[in-house]
């Protein structure tokens, strides 16, 4: 699939469940994308480090937002 590939996206929920399936995927597929949490930090840093380990098969970039925080 090249659909994702340099898109960006933005994973809410990401670090666990659906939403981690989601950021493997986009992850998977070459998108550049951010892995939002609001309680789940742990969660998405390991998603997070993951993917980076994961990287040789895994083409895309990628940051962890917390959710909570306002701008």
Same mark, same amino acid.
Do not use: C, P
């Given at each position: 699939?090249?659909?994702?590939?340099? !898109?960006? %996206?933005?994973?809410?929920?990401?670090?666990?469940?659906?939403? !981690? %399936?989601?950021? *493997?995927? *986009?992850?998977?597929?070459? %998108?550049?994308?951010?892995?939002?949490? /609001?309680? /789940?930090?742990?969660? %998405?840093?390991?998603?997070? @480090?993951?993917? $980076?380990?994961? @990287?040789?098969?895994?083409?895309? @970039?990628?940051?962890?937002?917390?959710?909570? @925080?306002? $701008?």
């Amino acid at each position: 699939m090249t659909y994702w590939k340099n !898109r960006v %996206a933005l994973t809410t929920g990401g670090g666990t469940g659906i939403g !981690r %399936a989601v950021s *493997l995927m *986009l992850a998977e597929h070459g %998108a550049l994308f951010a892995v939002n949490y /609001s309680r /789940s930090r742990d969660a %998405a840093s390991k998603t997070f @480090q993951y993917i $980076l380990d994961e @990287q040789q098969s895994m083409t895309g @970039q990628l940051i962890t937002v917390d959710g909570g @925080q306002t $701008l």
